[in-house]
């Protein structure tokens, strides 16, 4: 544990007073920019309830750091205060002893709550859900119903959604909205105004993807959580969906840029921790393309023969390695969103033969056509045999092209059948692979057209 912050500046005094009538959002935004030390001494000058609300936004960063430098007593209450799902996803970032400190701190409710969410993966939906959840027996009243939500709306993450059990086993019966809750006859039962289908419902076990997908689908604002026996055990709701996306897409994002998924915004993440998720698939990509040497070593008697093949081959590689980077990201964004499934690969791969033919022959044409305008045009001389080698060039297009979209849709689907998350297909990693075989494509065919000529 760092030293604590006991008595707050007269800067951050003045600062949480002129924030203390903005919104949660806005005063996150504003202590983002300022140092952990700072940002505890204007929580600690903010009221409570207030400073519990900026605490249990997930955009706050260094929330861990800011948290361990408050005094405990007060630590102990902001934590008892925020949601228990927002908890769970600062106790992580929390090092020991610290973590062990502060959860002896926390009233048992929390403390069962974080110790049971914090067991669940990752990635599942049992690790972004809440405890905090509006539910009753099928035998209350509508009116009984909205007094209850009345008294305990501020300690629940949401009451659009009520949850409507069976008395006797605990199980969930309906899932009630509250428009419909607030338009009924406060003498009549719940079930009067409860949906005649089935609740829609989600394992603690399931992807988030498949909570997106549910709630995306039947455009709802909660889903509850359920275990084997239909016990609701917590809610996911539309926000912590969004919020767990960003997440995701933005390490995708980055993993496509050929680089390690950053844990902590850019300019927070320090100067060795950024070389250390750099350099690793720097170093990975960069012996990959010692390969393209080792191909151009290969073909160096062609070359001397034939230095006009030289010039083309920057575009080779490219119109290769982009064919590659699109197929990859159409198939990873269709995975994520089970648009196609691991079964579907001989259907993708028939779809991509002819998509590959017919854009390697566009770039081919366009290649072709290139040549022959600067050979007619006198901006360059190709030598006597230039129509050959405009058509190597666009006929090697068609083959790299081909190739490359192949490579790139099928590469996602090796990579999630063997157990790898497929978005570390990064686009780099698809270029390199067929930056290799583009060349390879390129010196074959023209071995085959110029033989006889300059080969």
């Not at 979209?405 to 090796?414: D, K």
Request: aromatic fraction near 6%; hydrophobic fraction near 50%.
């Amino acid at each position: 544990m760092t030293d604590t912050v006991t008595d707050a500046p007269v800067g951050p005094a003045s600062l949480a007073a002129r924030l203390a009538e903005e919104s949660a959002p806005d005063i996150v935004e504003a202590l983002n920019q300022e140092a952990p030390e700072v940002a505890a001494a204007i929580l600690l000058s903010l009221p409570h309830e207030r400073a519990v609300e900026v605490l249990d936004q997930p955009e706050l960063d260094c929330a861990p750091d800011i948290i361990e430098m408050l005094p405990r007593d007060r630590v102990a209450s902001f934590l008892s205060g925020m949601s228990a799902d927002r908890v769970t996803d600062v106790f992580k970032d929390i090092e020991e002893p610290g973590r062990s400190d502060l959860r002896a701190r926390l009233d048992a409710e929390t403390r069962g709550a974080v110790d049971a969410l914090i067991a669940y993966p990752e990635e599942s939906v049992g690790s972004i859900m809440t405890t905090e959840f509006v539910a009753v027996p099928t035998t209350w009243t509508i009116g009984l119903t909205l007094d209850y939500i009345r008294k305990v709306e501020r300690t629940r993450e949401t009451v659009y959604s009520i949850f409507v059990l069976d008395p006797r086993t605990g199980a969930l019966a309906k899932a009630v909205p509250l428009r419909r809750l607030i338009s009924g006859n406060p003498e009549d039962n719940i079930l009067s105004v409860a949906p005649s289908r089935r609740p829609v419902v989600v394992s603690a076990d399931a992807s988030r993807n498949e909570a997106a997908r549910l709630i995306s689908k039947y455009d709802l604002l909660a889903i509850p959580v359920v275990d084997a026996t239909n016990h609701v055990v917590g809610i996911v709701t539309v926000d912590d969906v969004i919020d767990a996306m960003i997440q995701k897409q933005t390490e995708d994002v980055q993993r496509f840029g050929g680089m390690e998924a950053l844990d902590e915004p850019y300019m927070s993440i320090n100067f060795l921790t950024m070389i250390r998720k750099r350099a690793g698939w720097l170093c990975v990509l960069f012996l990959s393309e010692m390969l393209t040497a080792s191909a151009m070593q290969g073909f160096e008697g062609e070359l001397e023969k034939a230095l006009v093949l030289t010039l083309f081959i920057p575009l080779i590689m490219s119109s290769g390695g982009n064919s590659g980077s699109q197929a990859t990201s159409l198939l990873i964004r269709a995975l994520a969103l089970h648009q196609v499934r691991l079964a579907d690969w001989w259907r993708v791969a028939l779809r991509e033969i002819p998509a590959g033919l017919t854009l390697g022959a566009i770039l081919g044409t366009i290649g072709v056509v290139r040549i022959v305008l600067w050979q007619k045009l006198g901006f360059y001389d190709y030598g006597e045999h230039w129509f050959l080698v405009a058509a190597t060039v666009g006929t090697a297009l068609i083959g790299i092209v081909l190739f490359g979209s192949l490579a790139g849709s099928m590469l996602p689907f090796i990579l999630q059948r063997v157990g790898f998350d497929p978005a570390t297909a990064s686009a780099p990693f698809v270029a390199t692979l067929v930056d290799v075989s583009g060349l390879v494509i390129y010196f074959t065919v023209a071995l085959v057209i110029l033989k006889g000529t300059l080969l």
